[in-house]
């Protein structure tokens, strides 16, 4: 089993910044991608940012320029940097890890970003 801790979530204005942490236990050796979704009121889940433990990294066009993902494998901790926030970032921000070959999710509680004046 993998547990995943999410933290960092808050109130944030227009052009702020805001860094998301997820911390990793459990059973989680082996090659694995990490990453995080959001899901705002009424919307459906997308993938925000994601990034394998070679270092390479994905993020939605929407955040491009805007955020960074990386990930510290020695504290298994997968991080979201939000600059620039907008209020179309206001969501639920879930952290996730899937190991290489298979389908399965393990997810995080979700932690709230709220991006207002």
């Known amino acids: 089993q993998v547990q995943l801790v999410e933290s960092g979530g808050g109130l944030v204005q227009p052009g702020g910044s805001l860094r998301l942490s997820c911390a990793a236990s459990?059973?989680?050796?082996?090659?694995?991608?990490m990453g995080w979704y959001r899901q705002a009121p009424g919307k459906q889940r997308e993938l925000v940012a994601a990034v394998a433990d070679s270092g390479s990294a994905d993020l939605a066009d929407s955040v491009k320029g805007r955020f960074t993902i990386s990930r510290d494998d020695a504290k298994n901790t997968v991080y979201l940097q939000i600059n620039s926030a907008k209020p179309d970032d206001t969501a639920v921000y879930y952290c996730?890890?899937?190991?290489?070959?298979?389908?399965?999710?393990?997810w995080g509680q979700g932690t709230q970003v709220t991006v207002s004046s």
């Open positions: 459990g059973s989680i050796s082996g090659s694995s991608i």
């Open positions: 996730y890890l899937r190991r290489w070959g298979t389908t399965f999710y393990y």
